[in-house]
């Protein structure tokens, strides 16, 4: 009986230690837990706390280039030596003319895109110009988006100059642009990323791309 009742006591010894071990490793692990929940929810609050940082930094460098234009198939070389701030301002006035600018107009700075110059045949490197008045920017764009502009046989292509960021948040409502020039509905894209559509003598705005589609959903896809 006694080398039974010794392993009884053993066994009973190894099963209270093995209870002990089990307990700790239950704390352990609701510590973990507890840690883990508490670094998700900081990770968390970190992630929105960098979306907020990145939309103002990317609102700040749009601010900055307010008054700023981006043109497109200038012909490489076309400023045969001259500034190119010179030429550019010269090269605003000929094409848009005294409709838009009774003089030259000023520019702070002008300069082309960064990289390497274009091999024969490949388009131009853009040009980015900054005007040193804000209302003449907006004169030059507004007479671009109407009319067609011509220099040296070449059609430019005139934009606001904008960051990566917001240029692809604008890109986003490419396909339903589309649909709404299909239709014959006039709409324009706000600054600095929103629709504007006038419809049945009314007005509507869409900040995002599927606000708009939910609008022509309910005004034509039933139609069809």
Request: with cysteine.
């Amino acid at each position: 009986m006694v080398p039974l009742q010794a392993s009884v006591n053993a066994l009973t010894e190894s099963l209270a230690s093995f209870q002990t071990r089990l307990c700790a490793a239950e704390t352990l692990a609701s510590d973990n837990f507890s840690t883990l929940a508490a670094a998700e929810k900081t990770i968390k609050t970190l992630k929105e706390q960098n979306a907020t940082l990145m939309d103002r930094v990317d609102d700040l460098e749009n601010r900055s280039r307010r008054a700023n234009l981006r043109i497109l198939n200038v012909p490489e070389n076309s400023e045969k030596g001259q500034s190119t701030v010179k030429f550019v301002s010269e090269m605003l006035m000929e094409v848009m003319g005294q409709d838009v600018f009774e003089k030259p107009p000023e520019l702070e700075r002008a300069q082309r895109s960064l990289g390497p110059k274009p091999q024969e045949g490949r388009p131009p490197r853009p040009l980015v110009i900054c005007f040193h008045r804000f209302q003449e920017k907006e004169k030059a764009l507004r007479w671009a988006r109407q009319n067609e502009a011509k220099y040296k046989g070449s059609t430019l292509r005139i934009y606001p100059d904008i960051s990566a960021d917001l240029a692809r948040k604008r890109a986003t409502f490419k396909n339903i642009k589309q649909l709404l020039y299909q239709k014959n509905v006039r709409f324009q894209l706000l600054h600095p990323a929103r629709l504007r559509v006038r419809y049945d003598d009314e007005t509507f705005l869409f900040n995002t791309p599927e606000e708009a589609q939910h609008f022509y959903d309910q005004r034509f896809a039933t139609r069809e």
